[in-house]
């Protein structure tokens, strides 16, 4: 199979890497399910106030992940990660003790300010991997994550619907008993490969290759960093993918957990349980496709595959809207379970690119800033996707809902890809990281 080959042609630790980070994406999707049962079940908030932890937890991540990123490239990205893990285990385990909703908010705020970790685990795998491994990396983060997540919001179901306060608190601690499992493993990973002096010696010489050599531009001139060209340019362009970033999260990503549950859930000639059936359908469609694709197109144009997920997703949002306007409740359970492995393909298509076309718009001197800003455009859509969601079907429109955030993805994520430029050539002067 190409893809395990890919995968055992990466060095031993950034192959262990990715499987503890397997491990940490579990956790994540063990209490997602439970957060909100949690709450109104034990702590006895209505079902409007335990929405508001995931408010909280999301204007957690707005603080964290651009702090993260800023630490990731002016410190390091290891010290960033640790400082981020503390939060993310601090916060399941006040979950865990919680007796009153108010304290829920806390940990909610707290387990958010853990999601930096994401920012930095990104950044991390860009410093140590070489640039020809990157697109391998991020795909394969991509589908392990994508695979963690849906096995744990699997447990996480089952252990919802037994109702139990105890199993509830057990999760979260289980939550955080992970993670910091994942930072002894790091820890270890760290002093056994000297990973720091990787990510040090990768960051010393972009700081030297941007400041010599050709640091010294004539009059005139823009100064540059590596393989990316002018910094005013670069700095545009960073600037237009977070914002095509924030565009896709508002109109797609957000939309499984708003659009796409309303939309079912209120459509009475579907089966109760269709919903953990597309859950099912786009995991596994994400997980397929990933091993299909990723070895297929992880050399190929990244930008032009970066530019295909708002076509995928605006697809899969219309074939979702169509299949369930069908008549017959299977034929449009199976549409509608097309159409949300279309929405996996196009998640796919993004694993593989986007995160290649930051680390070459960014290179090590900003890829933390930018994979940070990445995020913070990730948890603002998991703010204003809701709302839009909420605001539509307030209203009569003339499109449903999902096909309107189909709309909204051609007109308002597309333009920012097309705009999007990638330099003609990497930085050649790199040196490529050991592959012990």
């Not at 055992?8 to 890497?17: F, T």
């Not at 999760?171 to 992970?178: I, L, T």
């Not at 362009?237 to 499984?256: D, K, P, V, W």
């Not at 096909?403 to 003609?424: D, E």
Request: charged share 10%; net charge positive.
């Amino acid at each position: 199979m190409r893809w395990l080959r890919e995968f055992m042609s990466l060095p031993v630790y950034l192959r262990s890497m990715l499987i503890v980070d397997l491990i940490c994406s579990f956790g994540s999707g063990l209490v997602w399910p439970i957060e909100l049962l949690f709450a109104t079940h034990s702590l006895g908030a209505s079902m409007s106030q335990a929405t508001i932890t995931v408010t909280c937890s999301a204007v957690g991540a707005l603080i964290s992940n651009p702090v993260v990123g800023w630490l990731s490239d002016k410190r390091s990205a290891w010290t960033a990660m640790y400082l981020a893990m503390t939060f993310a285990i601090i916060g399941p385990l006040i979950f865990a003790l919680a007796q009153t909703f108010p304290v829920a908010l806390v940990a909610a705020f707290i387990s958010g300010l853990g999601i930096g970790q994401a920012t930095a685990w990104t950044s991390i795998l860009t410093q140590i991997s070489s640039e020809e491994n990157h697109s391998i990396v991020y795909g394969i983060n991509q589908a392990e994550m994508n695979l963690g997540v849906g096995l744990g919001a699997a447990v996480g179901g089952l252990v919802a619907a037994s109702g139990s306060d105890l199993l509830y608190r057990l999760s979260f601690a289980g939550r955080a008993a992970g993670f910091a499992f994942v930072v002894v493993a790091l820890m270890f990973l760290d002093r056994h490969y000297q990973l720091r002096t990787i990510t040090a010696n990768r960051m010393f010489q972009a700081r030297q290759i941007s400041v010599s050599g050709a640091a010294a531009p004539s009059q005139g001139e823009h100064p540059t960093i590596a393989g990316a060209g002018p910094l005013p340019r670069v700095m545009l362009t960073m600037g237009m993918l977070t914002i095509a970033a924030l565009f896709m999260n508002i109109f797609g990503y957000s939309q499984i957990d708003a659009g796409l549950v309303t939309t079912i859930i209120s459509d009475a000639h579907i089966p109760s349980w269709s919903l953990a059936l597309v859950d099912v359908f786009n995991t596994a469609a994400v997980v397929t496709l990933n091993v299909i694709f990723l070895p297929r197109l992880k050399n190929k144009n990244h930008i032009r595959i970066l530019r295909s997920v708002p076509l995928f997703w605006a697809a899969a949002w219309f074939l979702v809207d169509f299949g369930l306007s069908r008549p017959q409740p299977m034929l449009a359970l199976a549409i509608a379970c097309f159409g949300i492995a279309v929405f996996g393909l196009g998640e796919v298509m993004l694993g593989i690119s986007q995160p290649v076309v930051a680390a070459k718009l960014a290179g090590p001197r900003f890829s933390g800033r930018l994979f940070g800003f990445i995020n913070m455009a990730q948890s603002l859509g998991y703010i204003f996707g809701p709302l839009f969601a909420s605001f539509i079907l307030d209203r009569k429109t003339v499109l449903p809902l999902l096909s309107t955030c189909a709309v909204a993805l051609l007109i308002c994520s597309l333009p920012w890809l097309l705009a999007i430029r990638l330099p003609s050539q990497t930085d050649t002067n790199a040196s490529p990281v050991p592959t012990a």
